[in-house]
């Protein structure tokens, strides 16, 4: 099969750019960063910027880096084999309100590195916090992920996670503990999602978006949050100042594949959110029609009161984005879907749907498949 067609291509990409656009062991949960940081931060940063911009696609990310998974560095890595042939449903499902099951995963380390948009340059990028696999860095291929270990509590969830890192004035502040990481049915008929390709990856968000971009961005969910205050698109100016309050955010990932791509050069194009096929019905896009799991981060992180120095190492709170690569145990996510997604069930991360006891669990008492 040819690598790929670059007319072809070229018009897809066109195409799904239009529609996408419209606890660590061994870290404490905050750390001084040293007098050079912000200097180095913000060169890195300027750097992680430019290569968010293609022409003609303001803040779209361009990666021509060779790398393991990609060695002639265009930035396409090809699904092997493609998904063809598939329609997006149209069929109405059983009712289920939920479809969902929970990744669990820690922060494992941070590093100014990113292996999708910077493969193998490490020290590019702005500051990320990085969880799940331990292994992650600017070299992190397919191969590698399966090699490292991982903090999720599945075993079998050897996934990079990794979001820029967040700091009140120079102290770098860290999520505590595990962070959930929903994995749900982005459509309607959730029993047509099907897992994750093996090496897939993408990014959500981009920290070259305007504050009303992100607030229009199909994945964001009530903003900034912290105790009662909602829906805001920056960084709040105070949170009140109290133990149990946290700033908190909540992401949706794209879910729908065009079937063909595992990258593309702007990290975006292979993936769509669904669209409205008709009242209070969604399916995927005709050219993205392999609806997949939706992940949907929801981060915590340990600062309020004064909120006047809380920034992201990207920059304001509007350009707050994450990058996921699959490194899922194959078995272990499709048994995971099967149940959790395409059963209609809310499942934590054993699998398991205390509303629905009889249906068992997944994972035994070690998250792992039996």
């Known amino acids: 099969m040819p690598r790929r067609s670059r007319t072809l291509t070229g018009l897809l990409l066109f195409t799904s750019l239009t529609l996408t656009t419209a606890g660590i062991a061994g870290i404490a949960a905050t750390a001084n960063a040293s007098p050079e940081a912000p200097a180095a931060a913000a060169g890195a940063h300027t750097a992680h910027k430019a290569a968010y911009s293609m022409p003609g696609m303001p803040g779209m990310p361009a990666s021509t880096r060779a790398s393991g998974d990609d060695p002639d560095g265009d930035g396409y890595i090809m699904a092997d084999p493609p998904v063809t042939g598939v329609t997006p449903s149209m069929e109405v499902p059983p009712p289920a309100y939920f479809h969902e099951f929970q990744a669990k995963c820690a922060p494992t380390h941070t590093a100014p590195d990113d292996p999708i948009v910077y493969p193998g340059q490490p020290g590019k990028s702005h500051d990320h916090t990085f969880m ?38 120079d102290t770098k502040i860290l999520p505590e503990g595990v962070q959930t990481i929903y994995y749900k049915s982005g459509v309607t008929d959730y029993r047509s999602v099907r897992p994750f390709p093996k090496g897939l990856r993408y990014v959500v968000g981009s920290p070259m978006q305007t504050q009303e971009e992100f607030k229009n961005l199909k994945g964001t969910v009530e903003g900034w949050e912290c105790g009662d205050s909602f829906k805001n698109y920056n960084f709040p100016a105070t949170c009140p100042d109290r133990q149990d309050v946290q700033l908190n955010l909540r992401l949706q990932a794209p879910s729908c594949w065009d079937g063909i791509h595992l990258d593309t050069p702007d990290h ?58 699959n490194g899922w145990d194959a078995a272990t996510l ?4 099967t149940h959790c997604i395409k059963g209609g069930l809310q499942c ?22 039996p």
Request: charged share 15%; net charge negative; aromatic share 10%.
């Open 132 to 169: 799940g696999n331990t292994t992650t860095n600017a070299n992190t291929t397919t191969a590698s992920l399966e090699t490292g270990d991982t903090t999720c509590l599945a075993p079998g969830d050897k996934s990079g996670y990794w979001m820029p890192s967040l700091f009140d004035g």
């Open 348 to 369: 934590d991360p054993h699998g398991y749907d205390e509303n629905h006891p009889g249906q068992g669990a997944v994972l035994d008492e070690n998250y792992e498949l």
């Open 334 to 337: 499709d048994a995971m879907a």
């Open 268 to 325: 975006k194009s292979h993936m769509a959110y669904p669209v409205a096929g008709g009242a209070n019905y969604n399916s995927c896009p005709a050219d993205h029609p392999v609806a997949l799991p939706m992940i949907e981060f929801k981060m915590a992180w340990p600062v309020n009161g004064d909120m006047s120095n809380v920034r992201l190492a990207s920059g304001t709170g509007y350009s707050f984005h994450y990058d996921f690569m």
